[in-house]
Nanobody
Framework: QVRLVESGGGSVEAGGSLTLSCAAS????????MGWFRQAPGKEGEWLAS????????FYADSVKGRFTISQDIAKATVYLRMYDLKPEDTAMYYC?????????????????WGQGTQVTVSS
């Protein structure tokens, strides 16, 4: 059974940085994408970034490109999302998710396993 646990959220001022972690268990790292999504109150969920297990290939949404960095430590079965120059509009619940496929998807419905989320709040 796949289990994903996010951590690292918190409250920061605009311009600050945070690093989110997603610890995975029960997961095959051989052929899969890990993705980060977020959802703010009253807004639709948003795909942020994905990373592929077989080569660290990364993909980003335009809204976070250049400010967020996704990475992974296969040995620790952990995926990270480093966030820089945070803005109040980045305030949301952040989730990591797993997709067991060699094909990238930006759609939440294509990711099967999800963590419980970690809250990020950015004040102006």
């Amino acid at each position: 059974q796949v289990r994903l646990v996010e951590s690292g959220g918190g409250s920061v001022e605009a311009g600050g940085s945070l690093t989110l972690s997603c610890a995975a268990s029960g997961l095959s790292f051989h052929t899969r994408y890990m993705g980060w999504f977020r959802q703010a109150p009253g807004k639709e969920g948003e795909w942020l970034a994905s990373i592929y297990s077989g080569g660290d290939t990364t993909f980003y949404a335009d809204s976070v490109k250049g400010r967020f960095t996704i990475s992974q430590d296969i040995a620790k079965a952990t995926v990270y999302l480093r966030m820089y120059d945070l803005k109040p509009e980045d305030t949301a619940m952040y989730y990591c998710a797993n997709r067991s496929s060699w094909m990238l998807s930006r759609l939440a419905g294509d990711y099967r396993a999800w963590g419980q989320g970690t809250q990020v709040t950015v004040s102006s």
